[in-house]
Nanobody, 124 residues
Framework: QVQLVESGGGLVQAGGSLRLSCAAS????????MAWFRQAPGKEREFVVS????????YSADSVKGRFTISRDNAKSTVYLQMNSLKPEDTALYFC?????????????????WGQGTQVTVSS
């Protein structure tokens, strides 16, 4: 098992940046594919971006390509989400997720472990 704790959310103006962190504890972090998902009020949870076990490959949703970057530090058991050029439509609760399956994978059902979420609000 792995426990995930997100941090770094907040309120930012459109065009601004935020960096989210997700600290993992428990089973060896390097064995997990890591991803970020988000859920806006009244909407389904959606895939944002994922990273493979080594950190050498990334897969992003079209809506965030060129703006969001995922990275991981396996020595620190932490995954990051750098969000630039934020838009009001990026407002959501952002979740970190870990899975033992294949990469890439945008299906939330294939991620067994989830953090509690961190709120990102982008004002216009």
């Amino acid at each position: 098992q792995v426990q995930l704790v997100e941090s770094g959310g907040g309120l930012v103006q459109a065009g601004g940046s935020l960096r989210l962190s997700c600290a993992a504890s428990g089973r060896a972090f390097v064995t997990y594919v890591m991803a970020w998902f988000r859920q806006a009020p009244g909407k389904e949870r959606e895939f944002v971006v994922s990273i493979n076990r080594s950190g050498g490959s990334r897969y992003s949703a079209d809506s965030v390509k060129g703006r969001f970057t995922i990275s991981r530090d396996n020595a620190k058991s932490t995954v990051y989400l750098q969000m630039n050029s934020l838009k009001p439509e990026d407002t959501a609760l952002y979740f970190c997720a870990a899975g033992l399956g294949s990469f890439p994978d945008a299906n939330s059902n294939n991620y067994a472990y989830w953090g509690q979420g961190t709120q990102v609000t982008v004002s216009s």
